[in-house]
């Protein structure tokens, strides 16, 4: 707990002055090199890394909390890339934090490496270090915590128990559908030595939908695992597969595994097989109907999983869209926030994200099927979890309301967020309609992740749904984005210890 109780000291004593998008505050950050839009992204010339970065990982494993973030700077100073950083801070939190128990809590130092690294690719260039520097200290805080827990770090793989190229892949098939962790280790291990990226991923996008286990994290790691192996380079991919792997085959099963049992979390799975069996061939050139929405909205809102997946191949059969049906999935899971701000509802919009994101990635026509309709079944999964305290609203109820002062629309939006959500969700709504420049709304909300954040969640959410805005269609993004308010950080919140750390570094 110690490295938590740092944290809430910080947030209690740190006082960053500026306006209210805390613009001031960061210029600061102008002492580090500037990160361009080429830095970046992943290109060519930048995909294959140095092979030394095994001493910036160990920097960062060995170096204590305290101190992390000047060593990194110096580092930086002396000519340590953006991308460098990245991928020894991702290989360092892979190595020293396992994914059990359960995808989440303490692992979430992985799972927000590259939502912080989406942050940094949507803001400008001087800004870019600082989600990153975020995502070091938490990654020290998580990396204390399973010191203090299990002593656990990554082991070497057992080189006599990898598995070939020629039978490696269904080897690891194999060893993922009898949930048999040994073996799964040596397949994936050969696995990233001899088979193509594509080929392995399209396997994992499966696995990471198979099972509701840890409130869709499978899914999220899926798919943050392959878009940082895309940046920081397939070269680092053994260590990063390895430990998926081993966050696949977690289930809280007792004497037995979910080959030989019939959990309701494996479920859905099992029945969205034979039911994707009946969606024909053309099913992705549907029309796209506002109508086909709504109708699988009362279906995601009052309906089982099975009612919603049934309902999806019922309106496919008919000829609508897919697109009718995520769209219906996004704003499902946006109204379940809306109805509880937890923890747990910003999962629904995470894995929606996450599922989404692997339907757009996979070039399998059955893998896509699949995953529309575990989306679908994971809404009414998600819905169980709300407790009987959950508000009775609906996305209708989000109606425009009038902006006190349309020169400020983004101040007023953001002062609201802290103190009363449901107008500042109306009052994005009114935003946007008045013709509101959506780029304008969503930098100023990640520039009060930057100030305001204090844990992985915040830049997780605030990368899914900016990010998702543009997976909706255009008749139901406006509504979408007003949800995203339940879980978005405002300007009258604390600030966090960060800003003040970094400056604090920087001044050596």
């Not at 396992?98 to 799972?111: C, E, L, T, Y």
């Not at 949930?179 to 001899?194: M, N």
């Not at 895309?230 to 390895?242: K, N, S």
Request: net charge positive.
């Amino acid at each position: 707990m110690a490295g938590r109780t740092t944290r809430r000291r910080f947030l209690r004593s740190a006082a960053l002055g500026g306006t209210a998008l805390g613009l001031g505050s960061l210029a600061f950050l102008k002492k580090l090199p500037p990160v361009s839009a080429q830095d970046a992204r992943v290109g060519p010339p930048l995909v294959k890394l140095d092979a030394g970065i095994e001493p910036l990982v160990r920097l960062i494993e060995d170096t204590p909390q305290a101190d992390l973030l000047e060593h990194v700077a110096q580092r930086i100073r002396r000519g340590t890339s953006y991308q460098q950083v990245v991928a020894a801070l991702f290989l360092a939190a892979v190595r020293n934090v396992q994914p059990r128990p359960g995808v989440g809590f303490k692992f979430h130092a992985v799972m927000v490496v590259n939502a912080a690294h989406l942050t940094s690719l949507s803001v400008p260039e001087g800004d870019r270090w600082l989600p990153i520097f975020w995502a070091l200290d938490e990654f020290k805080t998580s990396q204390a915590e399973e010191q203090r827990a299990s002593g656990w770090r990554m082991a070497s793989v057992d080189e006599h128990a990898v598995i070939p190229a020629p039978v490696a892949k269904q080897a690891f098939i194999d060893a993922m559908e009898s949930w048999d962790e040994k073996k799964a280790d040596g397949a994936v291990a050969g696995l990233a030595r001899s088979a193509r990226p594509a080929e392995i991923y399209e396997l994992l996008y499966r696995l990471g939908a198979r099972d509701f286990r840890d409130i869709g994290h499978k899914a999220i790691f899926v798919a943050m695992s392959w878009r940082t192996l895309q940046f920081i380079g397939w070269q680092h991919a053994e260590p990063v597969l390895r430990s998926l792997a081993f966050a696949l085959l977690h289930h809280d099963l007792k004497n037995t595994t979910p080959a030989h049992s019939d959990d309701e979390a494996d479920r859905p799975w099992r029945r969205n097989q034979a039911l994707a069996a009946r969606i024909g061939s053309k099913w992705m050139g549907g029309a796209l109907d506002e109508g086909a929405t709504r109708g699988m909205l009362d279906v995601l809102r009052h309906g089982s999983s099975n009612d919603a997946c049934d309902k999806a191949v019922e309106l496919i059969g008919r000829g609508m869209s897919p697109q009718s049906i995520w769209d219906a999935v996004f704003v499902g899971s946006g109204e379940l926030l809306m109805r509880e701000p937890s923890i747990v509802m910003v999962h629904a919009v995470d894995a929606a994200n996450a599922l989404r994101y692997a339907f757009q990635a996979t070039s399998d026509e059955g893998t896509k099927k699949l995953l529309l309709l575990q989306g679908c079944a994971f809404v009414p999964m998600f819905r169980a979890r709300m407790t009987p305290k959950a508000a009775a609203v609906s996305i209708d109820d989000v109606k425009p309301l009038t902006i006190q002062r349309p020169s400020g629309a983004i101040d007023e939006i953001l002062g609201e967020v802290s103190t009363d959500r449901m107008n500042a969700a109306r009052k994005v709504r009114q935003y946007l309609t008045d013709g509101g420049r959506v780029q304008d709304l969503m930098n100023a909300a990640r520039r009060l992740i930057f100030l305001k954040g204090d844990n992985a969640h915040d830049y997780k959410f605030s990368a899914a749904v900016l990010e998702d805005y543009f997976n909706v269609s255009p008749a139901w993004r406006d509504q979408f984005l007003a949800t995203s308010v339940f879980n978005l950080r405002g300007s009258g919140d604390r600030d966090n210890a960060l800003v003040a750390r970094t400056r604090a570094a920087l001044r050596g």
